[in-house]
């Protein structure tokens, strides 16, 4: 039962442009909603977060916004850079349970 | 402040061998929650352990299981290897603040192979 969902699986944009990443999901419990990078042989390390009382949280770069009666969420990186190349985990959990649900991910490669 | 560390870094094993798996959590964490990642998935969870109890449980098997140690370390433990147990095991520490979990923050995972 795939509760988040990533239907991109990959993603090129030229360093500088803006990435756009998005996600759904379709638990209505869901109250609160990350976003991971994850470079090859790590961790995923966390990047943002949101919870269901916002559409939108920043820091820096990375913009998350929240369409919670479309249950979408996406996330922006402007500009793009190099070292931005990598997969994104979007993921999503009610935080009374504390498990967290990912998507499948989004490859994202920065050319030049 | 020290992050979340996982060790080995891998591990090859055969079918029916028994396997156990260490994360230290970061300091001032009390919840470390476990994840298997196979190839080209997201992580799936496991289980989570809070204050050296199991706080909830994914679909795995009971031959999937683990122990937090009162300094919040944590072990899982994998009897009877599957091949299919093939993946990457990440290990997430996170704060519980009176029931609600903050983010969660992971070690650099252990890669296991099954043959």
């Given at each position: 039962d795939q509760q988040v969902k990533q239907n991109s699986p990959s993603l090129s944009v030229q360093e500088g442009r803006i990435s756009i990443l998005n996600c759904d999901y379709t638990n209505s419990m869901f109250d609160y909603f990350l976003w991971y990078k994850k470079y090859p042989a790590e961790g995923p390390t966390f990047l943002i977060s949101i919870s269901s009382i916002k559409d939108k949280n920043e820091d820096g770069r990375f913009t998350v916004f929240l369409n919670k009666s479309a249950k979408h969420l996406s996330l922006h990186i402007?500009?793009?850079?190099?070292?931005?190349?990598a997969v994104y985990f979007c993921a999503a959990s009610a935080r009374s349970w504390g498990k967290l649900q990912f998507g499948a991910g989004t490859q994202v490669v920065v050319t030049p | 402040e020290t992050g979340v560390t996982q060790s080995p870094t891998h591990l090859i094993k055969t079918r029916g061998q028994q396997v156990t798996l260490r994360c230290s959590s970061q300091s001032g964490h009390n919840t470390v929650s476990w994840y298997q990642q196979a190839l080209g998935q997201g992580p799936q969870f496991i289980f989570q352990y809070y204050r050296e109890e199991e706080n909830g449980r994914g679909n795995?098997?009971?031959?999937f299981s683990g122990l937090q140690f009162p300094n919040y370390s944590s072990e899982l433990n994998v009897n009877a290897l599957e091949l299919d147990d093939s993946a990457l095991y990440l290990c997430a520490s996170s704060l519980d603040r009176g029931g609600l979990t903050d983010t969660q923050y992971f070690g650099p995972g252990t890669r296991l192979t099954v043959l």
């Open positions: 402007v500009p793009s850079q190099p070292g931005d190349s | 795995f098997p009971p031959r």
